[in-house]
């Protein structure tokens, strides 16, 4: 004897949205992305980038940009990641980068932390002196120079680099690297202690 | 030679502790690392790359099982790691050998069963080179595993194998691998490994917070629809009997998920069985209308929740789980609980003010219990229902009985009509859902548990996938029932054929198999044929009589299906109950 077919049975009231957040039917919560800075110490050792950045890409997280490099201590590394997700992601991102055994500690930093990126950027060199003028308004240098071309340095904000990149436009850009951001928190704070 | 090895050792308690010779090379402090970690059982196949290991194996006590492939190495330390909840071991060569482990691995993961690979490689001059039986084990396992260790050194490869060692069984338990360059295995050592640790990094909560857990206990005790969700958590936890302390206490209904199946009696009246896809409709009910939700390390896994969405859509919910990144990630979670379930739940029963006040909805559930039996059509001149098959199985042996299974609908069968009241009797693959499970998986259950009844339901098409494991437990001489529960296709798919391609069976029908009951007999095993009513507890009782591997090809209607059936991420209090249902949500 079969019970009540699908559309008799006894039915919630509620609702959850996709991220598995119960929701107020009369005002939907979803949440938008935003930008986060991701600071993690790890292991100074072969294979923590790759076990990073395969982390980021199996689940999916859009990673804006990664850096590594040394710190004071040979055996650890510092990464700073920038990541784009809505909240619930962001958290994951920062728990499933706790569970690697490679990494010491993670954190993302305030809005208001130190974030600076390097940008080179080579161009034609056939007006030397503009180059330069336009360098030095985003208080660039150049860097290497021959008659064919100039490349120029630029540190700063990433908007400070997207608006010279964009200036530099007019030179005939030949090449661009982009190292991504790295970050560290203003103030005291630092990720082995917490102040 | 693994025939010496598995040579039972006599009286393991009556032995004096030997004095153990000091170690001489790298592969003698991998061995030694194991022995340390208290391993009996090793499941594995020789090779190239792994040969010094095996060598310094041929002096140690500890067992080898020679596998008839890695895939089965890997499924029988995991199943073995299962049932005794310490982990199991495989051993395989570089290469293709590694490669070979890897789905084990994989499903090792998905269901965090604690398995420690370890893999040959090739000498550390060779990596990178392309050398022969060549591949990049670290690179490959690296996202299945907890981690995975590439040895550098023989002076510290024992250190490296005891802490995978202990990471696999640490916290959340799960895979973690080792790959052993052969000039490091070979290589001269004096170091002996040093005790089993977790890596510095790994931190494992113990106790949840206090305060949180005197909330959650007031939320609990507050509903008027309360449910227990217990997951594979509660297992591994060892928290079976804490959880059923709890909810008998609070007179909670509880609802497992799959892995979860054996954490809570299902003859017990509080029990709804587990829920899900094709989980029980008085589960998926009460799962659909709580109000309050304590679940028990689960990570709500889309088959258990279909559609989040429509999911506990009512609930608050309460979660314990030993991983903080289970927290929230697909469930939010209202009352986040980090520890290990058992202390948790001992936090949590002193901490509840008082007994939800519950009838009504105890009341509710026993009538979806009576609307929604688990039932099939038995006429008697239908083929024979592969329901039928489980049931009788199951009445007729001890509830300490081990299960295993393959993957189809062949499992979801054994799971809804096997009667299962102790934890560790259930040992199926859940997340990764492998087929070819079973065969290995049975052969890992009988090592671990010799005086358990071992029974392995599978399906035609799971079972041709690892059929060669018979080998294995035939020279092993295990005392395991497989029951192929035979419908000439590989059925879990048809049926979604059948119900969701307009009955486009295409590459799913398999009516050229082999003659199961044959094929057993080329092996060395039993052969059993079943393909009416009439003979089904009689072969049943044979075939369990028979001291070693019996097969009983089982030819069921092959036009049985699996119901109830909550579609793909529908919700759950929707499933369907036949075929018509199905054009219904
Ligand atoms: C290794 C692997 N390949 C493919 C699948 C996809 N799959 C899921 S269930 C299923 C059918 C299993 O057939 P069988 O073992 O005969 O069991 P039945 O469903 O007939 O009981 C298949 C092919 C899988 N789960 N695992």
Redesign the pocket.
């Known amino acids: 004897m079969p019970g009540p077919a699908p559309d008799e049975r006894m039915r919630p009231k509620g609702r959850r949205n996709t991220q598995g957040i119960r929701v107020d039917p009369e005002a939907e919560v979803t949440h938008e992305p935003r930008q986060a800075v991701l600071s993690a110490l790890v292991k100074h050792r072969p294979g923590v980038l790759s076990e990073v950045s395969a982390l980021f890409s199996r689940r999916q997280f859009n990673i804006e940009s990664l850096t590594v490099g040394p710190t004071v201590d040979d055996d650890t590394a510092r990464m700073t990641i920038l990541i784009e997700e809505p909240e619930p992601g962001i958290d994951q991102a920062k728990k499933q980068l706790r569970k690697l055994v490679p990494v010491v500690s993670v954190r993302e930093l305030e809005g208001e932390a130190v974030r600076r990126e390097l940008a080179l950027v080579k161009v034609s060199g056939e007006k030397p002196d503009d180059v330069n003028a336009v360098a030095d308004m985003y208080d660039g240098q150049a860097v290497d120079a021959s008659t064919d071309s100039v490349t120029v340095e630029i540190t700063g904000s990433k908007q400070k680099i997207d608006a010279a990149i964009e200036a530099f436009k007019q030179f005939d850009v030949q090449e661009i690297v982009r190292t991504g951001a790295a970050a560290l928190e203003r103030g005291p704070k630092t990720l082995e202690k917490d102040v | 030679m693994s025939e010496r090895a598995s040579v039972p050792k006599e009286e393991e308690e009556a032995e004096p502790e030997t004095e153990q010779e000091p170690v001489t090379t790298g592969a003698q402090s991998v061995i030694r690392a194991l022995e340390n970690a208290g391993t009996d059982y090793v499941f594995g196949v020789q090779g190239g790359a792994i040969m010094p290991v095996y060598d310094a194996l041929y002096d140690s006590d500890i067992n080898h099982v020679t596998m008839a492939h890695e895939q089965g190495a890997s499924h029988a330390a995991d199943a073995y790691g299962v049932v005794t909840g310490d982990p199991g071991v495989c051993f395989a060569t570089s290469g293709p050998g590694a490669t070979n482990l890897v789905t084990g691995i994989a499903d090792a993961n998905m269901d965090s069963d604690p398995v420690i690979a370890l893999t040959g490689q090739v000498p550390t001059e060779f990596v990178g080179n392309d050398a022969f039986q060549e591949t990049d084990t670290v690179g490959i396992t690296q996202p299945i595993t907890k981690e995975s260790y590439f040895a550098a050194d023989s002076d510290t490869v024992g250190d490296d194998v005891s802490e995978a060692f202990a990471l696999a069984d640490a916290g959340r338990q799960g895979p973690t691998l080792v790959d052993l360059p052969k000039d490091v295995t070979q290589g001269e050592t004096e170091v002996e490994p040093g005790s089993s640790e977790t890596p510095e990094t790994y931190e494992v909560p113990e106790e949840a917070d206090d305060e949180n857990v005197q909330e959650a206990a007031e939320a609990l005790a507050e509903a008027d629809r309360p449910v227990i969700l217990s997951g594979g958590g509660v297992i591994k936890a060892d928290a079976s009997n804490a959880l059923r302390e709890f909810a008998k206490e609070y007179e909670i209904p509880v609802i497992t998920t799959m892995p979860g199946i054996g954490s809570f009696p299902e003859d017990h009246e509080l029990s709804l069985e587990w829920a899900g896809m094709h989980g029980t409709g008085y589960a998926n009910m009460a799962i659909s209308n709580t109000d309050c939700m304590l679940a028990i390390g689960t990570r709500f896994d889309d088959r258990l929740t279909g559609g989040v969405d429509s999911f506990a859509p009512d609930a608050e919910v309460i979660h314990i789980d030993i991983d903080p990144a289970e927290i929230s990630k697909n469930v939010y979670a209202d009352y986040p609980l980090i520890g290990d379930a058992r202390e948790v739940l001992r936090q949590l029963f002193d901490a509840m003010p008082r007994a939800p006040d519950a009838d009504e909805w105890r009341d509710q559930c026993q009538t979806w219990k009576d609307e929604y039996p688990m039932d099939y059509d038995t006429p008697d001149d239908e083929p024979l229902k592969p329901q039928y098959v489980v049931e009788q199985f199951s009445e007729m042996t001890p509830d300490d009985t081990i299960v295993c299974t ?5 499992q979801m069968w054994a799971s809804q009509f096997w009667e299962y009241t102790e934890p560790r009797t259930w040992v199926s693959s859940h997340g990764l ?4 499970y079973g065969v290995p998986a049975a052969i890992g259950a009988k090592l671990a548990a010799p005086d358990q009844e071992v029974v392995c339901f ?6 041709l ?1 690892t059929v060669q494991g018979l080998s294995v437990a035939v020279r092993e001489q295990l005392d395991i029932t497989y029951v192929v ?1 035979n ?1 000439e ?5 048809r049926q979604w054929q059948d119900g969701f391609y307009e009955g486009r069976r295409m590459a799913s029908e398999y009516p050229w198999i082999p003659q199961f009951d044959k094929l057993a007999e080329a092996f060395g095993a039993r052969g059993f044929t079943l393909e009416s009513y009439d003979n089904v507890e009689e072969t049943i009782q044979e075939a369990r009589e028979y001291d070693g591997p019996s097969v009983i090809d089982a030819h069921i209607d092959p036009g049985e299906n699996v119901f109830p059936m909550v579609p793909s991420g529908g919700d759950n209090g929707q499933f369907a109950l036949n075929e018509d249902h199905l054009d219904m949500i």
């Open positions: 393959g993957v189809g609908q062949h859902g492998t087929m070819g599978d399906g035609d098409g799971s079972f996938m529960l419908n296709a590989v059925g879990m798919v």
